[in-house]
């Protein structure tokens, strides 16, 4: 307890990477998602080609993927950049398939109703389509808001700071306190963002909420 | 409001009044007319051949047959939900294929079976959501809304509510509010009552005759059920597979006058479900059961007095 009092303020500083690290990830992932499965839905033989491969993308280790994406990218190893984008890719292995499949739910006759009703296929997406995939949506995201987190911490092996340069200090240093808070940052943080999510989710869909009949 | 106005008027002035007759004297404007119409789908499949019909304006015509005849491929080729494969649809002597789609839906009201209310929006601004679209402010389209929800019977305390939170007779009164928001001159209906229970069903028939004595909208009602055909009704198309034409006319005319076998036999004629009988009843009046001998109901009056013609 008393390597972490001491040490709090580099934990909240490493804390603020790792968020830094995420975020952006959590966020791209999600944009990126919407239109690959709004491919997928819309070109039938595509679907199980876009769904499947991106999911596939969780298959590769993440070490070798941060160790090898900057020679794709042109960037350095230890660049943000290239660690963003990785959990990028493990985002989207998750969020495709979710996307995919919240944007489908869509019930079918309010997608008639609404195109009789005159939206434009545009319109009809962003008022009807997007809102009505929101539950599923969210829960994707939920999901990969935990996962990223969680990969993030690998990064700290390429000497990425973040709350995983707790778990690698604690070992190389045999710090116990240094893992243990390691592990309770990271759970914390992963914790706090869900309820973000699904505050954010409440906030936003209160029509998802109030079941039952009047 | 003459044919010229109906047809620019501008999306900004939205019509704030419907009620009393808009419509009822004028000159005769937005009838529809199928022309040869014909709808073969990629998979080879033939739901409409050739079929011709004239819709007089102001009056609700039925296309009435089992599902799968090819009713609601009719219905939705007038808001262009479906295009022709050949053949043309006219809506005020102008062929919908030039019309844009998305503005030509925008006049044209449409009810759909469970409504197909938007989930995630409230009672109110699902009614509202044509005039939204239109471009009228959200307080005069909320205004109208409220209207709407007046004319079609529903309490202003549901217009917060959600659709999951209704009944399913609510919800479908708010589709007919829903489709009449824009003040459309035409209404589509697509077995708009085929989901909620009998006695809700005939009350919102009920209803929709009201609204219609008052609105006059040239109404197009797709149904498999020949009471709510008789019912609602001016005109009725008795359809066969393909949108074959088995017979126009009125109520009564395709009663008394059935065209043929086929139509008998949709109407339950043959079956003689139709075919009455009277008898004296013991404290007055007249009993009345159909020549089954099951039991339909009772007459003050006398019916007139000679032997019921079969037929």
Redesign the interface.
């Given at each position: 307890m008393g390597w972490i009092l001491n040490n709090s303020s580099r934990i909240l500083e490493l804390t603020l990477d790792h968020l830094l690290l995420s975020a952006p990830a959590i966020v791209a992932t999600f944009i990126l998602a919407l239109p690959l499965a709004l491919v997928a839905n819309a070109v039938r033989p595509l679907r199980e080609v876009v769904i499947s491969g991106t999911g596939l993308l969780y298959a590769i280790p993440s070490l070798p993927l941060f160790i090898v994406l900057p020679l794709i990218l042109g960037t350095g190893v230890r660049d943000p950049l290239n660690v963003v984008a990785a959990l990028t890719l493990f985002g989207l292995a998750l969020m495709v398939r979710s996307a995919a499949d919240a944007l489908q739910s869509v019930?079918q006759?309010?997608r008639?109703?609404?195109?009789?009703?005159?939206?434009?296929r545009l319109?009809r997406f962003f008022t009807?389509d997007l809102?009505?995939a929101?539950p599923g949506l969210l829960a994707g995201l939920r999901v990969v808001s935990v996962s990223t987190i969680s990969l993030v911490s690998v990064s700290a092996v390429l000497g990425v700071r973040s709350l995983g340069s707790l778990f690698t200090d604690g070992f190389e240093r045999n710090i116990v306190p240094s893992i243990v808070a390691g592990i309770l940052c990271t759970a914390v943080l992963a914790l706090v963002l869900d309820l973000l999510l699904v505050a954010a989710g409440r906030l936003l869909?209160p029509?998802?909420h109030?079941?039952?009949?009047? | 409001m003459t044919a010229e106005c109906a047809k620019t008027q501008p999306a900004d002035k939205l019509k704030l009044t419907v009620i009393a007759g808009t419509n009822k004297e004028g000159k005769d404007f937005m009838p529809i007319d199928f022309r040869q119409v014909t709808k073969t789908y990629d998979d080879g499949t033939t739901a409409v051949q050739k079929f011709s019909l004239h819709i007089p304006s102001h009056t609700a015509t039925v296309l009435l047959g089992s599902s799968g005849c090819g009713k609601t491929t009719l219905l939705r080729m007038v808001n262009r939900m479906v295009d022709p494969t050949s053949g043309s649809v006219l809506i005020d002597d102008e062929d919908v294929a030039r019309a844009a789609p998305v503005a030509l839906r925008r006049r044209i009201g449409y009810v759909m079976q469970n409504a197909g209310l938007l989930p995630h929006r409230q009672v109110i601004d699902n009614i509202a959501t044509v005039p939204r679209l239109n471009g009228v402010s959200r307080s005069a389209a909320k205004r109208r809304a409220y209207e709407l929800m007046e004319i079609v019977g529903l309490d202003y305390t549901l217009a917060l509510k959600y659709p999951g939170q209704l009944s399913g007779g609510q919800q479908q009164r708010v589709g007919v509010a829903r489709a009449l928001a824009a003040d459309p001159n035409i209404l589509l209906m697509d077995e708009p009552f085929g989901a909620v229970d009998p006695l809700v069903r005939i009350e919102l028939q009920r209803e929709l005759k009201r609204i219609q004595t008052e609105l006059r909208k040239t109404i197009i009602f797709v149904t498999h059920d020949v009471d709510e055909a008789l019912t609602l009704g001016d005109q009725i198309v008795v359809l066969k597979k393909g949108a074959e034409v088995a017979q126009v006319g009125t109520p009564q005319e395709i009663v008394e006058n059935p065209a043929d076998q086929f139509v008998a036999q949709f109407l339950g004629l043959d079956s003689q479900r139709r075919t009455l009988s009277a008898r004296p009843r013991a404290g007055g009046g007249w009993f009345i059961s159909d020549a089954r001998g099951k039991p339909l109901g009772v007459v003050d009056q006398a019916p007139i007095d000679r032997a019921p013609e079969t037929g």
């Open positions: 019930p006759e309010v008639l109703s609404s195109t009789a009703l005159g939206h434009s319109g009807v809102p009505l929101g869909m029509w998802a109030r079941g039952g009949r009047a | -």
